[in-house]
């Protein structure tokens, strides 16, 4: 068996003053550079973070563009679905075609679709929403909100596929 070769000698390393030894300006620089660094770094992640976020609702826009047949089929079946819910007299049916709606619904989400169901009350949105009925109200804080949804809508990313059909509300004075 031969020996192992000698290890390389590492050539000696200059000796470094203790932090207590540093002169108070010297501490000063080089905590003012560590915040600089941590400063520069932090900006980076976030960078860093935005740009993943873009790229992720990038690929999902994508995603949804080329789904998008396959999610109107989707939207008409859902609608199918709660017309059949909502006109069937037999309540284990009905509860299926509402078990169906719910169902359908996440596969929408899923696939980058978004129903457009406004809550009454919600101010009126010409880009996703339809008038299809005006009623008068004597509120004029609810000028221009929703009363009613008629007709759920349909958006793709940022897209508006369908609108939704609602009853606005109009202010009138009495």
């Known amino acids: 068996m031969t020996d192992p070769a000698p290890a390389a000698t590492l050539p ?3 000796a470094v ?3 207590t030894d540093l002169p108070a300006t010297t501490l000063d620089h080089i905590t003012e550079r560590i915040d600089d660094l941590a400063r520069v770094i ?3 992640a976030a960078t860093i973070e935005r740009l993943a976020d873009e790229a992720k609702l990038k690929i999902r826009d994508e995603r949804a563009e080329t789904e998008a047949p396959l999610i ?3 939207f008409a079946l859902h609608g199918l679905a709660q017309t059949f ?3 069937t007299d037999s309540e284990p049916d009905r509860q299926g075609f509402e078990t169906m709606s719910r169902r359908v619904e996440r596969m929408l989400a ?3 679709g978004e129903l457009v169901t406004p809550f009454r009350g919600t101010d ?5 929403m339809e008038a299809a009925e005006l009623t008068d109200t004597d509120d004029p804080a609810a000028d221009r909100t929703v009363e009613s949804v008629i007709q759920p809508g349909l ?3 940022d897209r508006s596929i369908r609108p939704a059909k609602v009853v606005v509300r109009r202010y009138r004075r009495a």
């Not at 009126?124 to 996703?128: A, E, G, Q, R, S």
């Open 42 to 44: 932090a900006r980076q």
């Open 72 to 74: 109107r089929d989707l």
């Open 12 to 14: 000696a390393l200059p």
């Open 17 to 19: 003053p203790a932090p």
């Open 85 to 87: 819910a909502s006109t």
């Open 110 to 112: 899923e696939r980058g």
């Open 124 to 128: 009126f949105d010409p880009d996703t």
């Open 155 to 157: 958006t793709i990313g």
